[in-house]
């Protein structure tokens, strides 16, 4: 039994990446290097916004200073200056396993299309048992329950950015510094995440929890 997180795509922004891909199969020349970095960027942003809302509701009930809404911005902000700079160095031919890789991650299900990783079965089996305990009033769950979860996404970065990365074999300066911006990117998420189950009550752990829950679905 294999378990995998489903995130949604939306559709235009899929086209736009079906599109580059039919380009860069069918050999043509014009450099795609541009178009594909914006439409990457814009997937890693779809992805962020939704397996960070809880920052956004826990920066709507709980915080004042927008300290939450800060850390996302910076993530996007990241992702969005980064992403196209680093595709810009290769031509067609450099971009295409890095294009086929990651379309072996996008779905469609009845006209939705997802981008899905695997998650390994022990790591979903405690995620679903954290979840239980939180239903169950279970207060001292909630800094597990999160960490889990920090676990999951982390899952993610390996398979949707981790891994791709290396199908474009960056020089040593260049990878240097993606590295250090995944890194410094990821750790604001985490670290909030963290400092997030010392400030919010079990019932949004639990809300949270299970709305991840709904991405992970078994997978073939």
């Not at 992805?47 to 809404?69: A, P």
């Not at 299309?113 to 390994?120: A, L, R």
């Amino acid at each position: 039994m294999n378990t995998a997180v489903f995130l949604n795509i939306h559709a235009d922004t899929y086209a736009r990446f079906a599109h580059i891909r039919t380009q860069l199969l069918q050999g043509n020349k014009e450099s795609q290097a541009s178009a594909l970095g914006s439409v990457l960027s814009e997937m890693a942003c779809e992805v962020v916004e939704q397996v960070f809302i809880v920052l956004l509701q826990e920066n709507k009930q709980y915080s004042q200073t927008g300290e939450s809404e800060k850390v996302i911005q910076q993530i996007l902000e990241a992702i969005r200056k980064y992403m196209p700079w680093s595709i810009s160095f290769f031509g067609n031919d450099r971009l295409i396993p890095l294009v086929e890789y990651l379309s072996k991650t996008l779905q469609i299900e009845d006209e939705t299309i997802y981008m899905t990783y695997p998650v390994k079965q022990p790591l979903a089996e405690q995620v679903k048992a954290s979840s239980q305990k939180l239903a169950n009033g279970d207060h001292n769950e909630i800094s597990n329950s999160l960490k889990l979860l920090t676990e999951v996404i982390d899952t993610g970065v390996d398979h949707l950015i981790r891994e791709p990365k290396k199908c474009l074999k960056f020089n040593f300066v260049v990878d240097k510094t993606l590295n250090g911006v995944i890194n410094m990117t990821t750790h604001l998420g985490y670290k909030r995440l963290e400092k997030l189950s010392t400030q919010i009550d079990q019932q949004l752990a639990a809300t949270y929890v299970d709305y991840f829950l709904k991405f992970m679905r078994h997978s073939a």
